[in-house]
């Protein structure tokens, strides 16, 4: 397991949310098989090809063996001792690895569709106009990643509550945050066995 030391001075950070339980799963959804590797690799993967300059994975349940599945590369791990309380609570981790960091794109353990290609236009979308939050537009619904500024992230981390980013930043009104658009449908968000069949498809592994 990588050092869970906060990361140095970095511009842009990565946060991949992994610690849930996925209790409607029934199995532990991190190390769920999709094409050949666990279904948070995909997610890792991804954010260190990037041109994130850091990657934190906040993991939770079934940690230790979450962690010794996972080749992390770049990225570094740091666990969530609180997890039930939900993604805001994995959040305040992550960002607490990330002192330094202007913003971070914030990621989810269970989208394995969504590339780097994605996270780059984040990135770009906040180097050219440095917003203090945006979601990602896709053909058919609002989803990951979001970005939030460094205001943005303590706001967030300040007020806690459920469902805090959806208000924070898809429902936002005053202008101030930005919205990414992907001519592409938005990755599975794998979170029931009916999710994870419709990933895999009809012809692929069970």
Not at 10 to 19: E, K, N
Not at 80 to 94: A, Q, V
Request: aromatic content about 4%; hydrophobic content about 45%.
């Amino acid at each position: 397991m990588a050092s869970s030391e906060p990361a140095p001075m970095t511009s842009i950070a990565g946060i991949i949310l992994a610690a849930g339980a996925g209790e409607r799963m029934g199995r532990v959804k991190q190390l769920l098989p999709y094409q050949g590797i666990p279904l948070l690799q995909h997610a890792v993967n991804a954010a260190v090809a990037s041109e994130l300059d850091s990657v934190v994975v906040v993991t939770g349940a079934f940690g230790d063996e979450v962690d010794a599945a996972l080749i992390l590369d770049r990225a570094t791990v740091v666990r969530n001792p609180d997890y039930r309380r939900g993604n805001m609570s994995s959040l305040e981790c992550g960002a607490a690895q990330v002192p330094n960091a202007e913003a971070v794109v914030l990621l989810m353990g269970d989208h394995p569709d969504l590339g780097e290609d994605v996270i780059n236009q984040m990135i770009s979308l906040w180097r050219d106009t440095r917003p203090w939050g945006g979601v990602t537009s896709y053909r058919d619904r609002i989803a990951h990643p979001f970005l939030l500024s460094r205001p943005a992230l303590e706001e967030a981390v300040a007020t806690g509550g459920p469902k805090l980013l959806w208000r924070m930043l898809v429902a936002d009104d005053t202008g101030r945050v930005m919205r990414l658009s992907v001519e592409d449908s938005a990755p599975i968000d794998v979170n029931t066995p009916d999710d994870y069949q419709r990933l895999l498809g009809p012809t692929t592994e069970t």
